[in-house]
């Protein structure tokens, strides 16, 4: 019962999220803009605006809380419709220390990418800070990844099901993107405002 509890709750709380974040651009044009709600585009009432306005509004902050709703709602409904598979496969700390790899292979792609910016337009030196930032944390993320894969394996060496390393393969995989994104949100109001 407390699984199927816990689940509901993020089930709700999810949903909140992706619905805060899919109505907060439509909230903003309508009660912030000059044009009484109107984009300023010609033809801007169709998907590509919205998803401008997705991108451009608060930084890209609306898209991360639709990436955080959705990876939340995804995992509560497993949770949901499958809580005697996770009852018998799944552990706190295994699916915790996957959440774990997911946050810090995110982590990891996203200092690649820093420095692959970089690098690919020969700018070292007008990025003092970040470039060399970005090489020592990704350096960083691939030892912790690795000491995270160990500590995994010694997490499900008692329990040891096929089912089981699916399931928190498949929770990594469904919370990347949300990682990714918000680690690149958090770069950009840090580094590029």
Do not use: H
């Not at 809380?65 to 809580?83: M, T």
């Not at 496969?89 to 820093?114: H, M, P, Q, R």
């Not at 499900?156 to 928190?168: P, T």
């Amino acid at each position: 019962m407390k699984l199927k509890r816990n689940s509901l709750i993020v089930l709700i709380s999810g949903c909140l999220i992706l619905i805060l974040g899919l109505i907060s651009p439509i909230v903003y044009w309508n009660n912030y803009t000059s044009q009484n709600g109107a984009t300023g585009i010609i033809g801007g009432a169709d998907a590509p605006t919205y998803r401008f306005m997705l991108s451009a509004l608060f930084d890209g902050l609306p898209f991360v809380l639709i990436l955080v709703g959705i990876s939340l709602v995804v995992s509560s409904g497993f949770c949901l419709s499958f809580s005697k598979t996770v009852k018998a496969y799944c552990k706190i700390n295994s699916s915790v220390i996957s959440l774990g790899l997911s946050a810090v292979g995110a982590l990891g792609l996203t200092c690649a990418f820093i420095w692959f910016t970089i690098v690919s337009f020969g700018k070292m030196s007008k990025y003092p800070i970040e470039y060399p930032v970005s090489v020592l944390l990704g350096i960083l993320c691939f030892f912790v990844f690795i000491l995270l894969i160990a500590l995994y394996f010694k997490a499900r060496k008692k329990n040891w099901r096929i089912k089981g390393v699916i399931i928190d393969i498949l929770t990594s995989i469904v919370f990347l993107p949300t990682f990714f994104f918000a680690f690149t949100y958090l770069y950009e109001i840090t580094y590029l405002n």
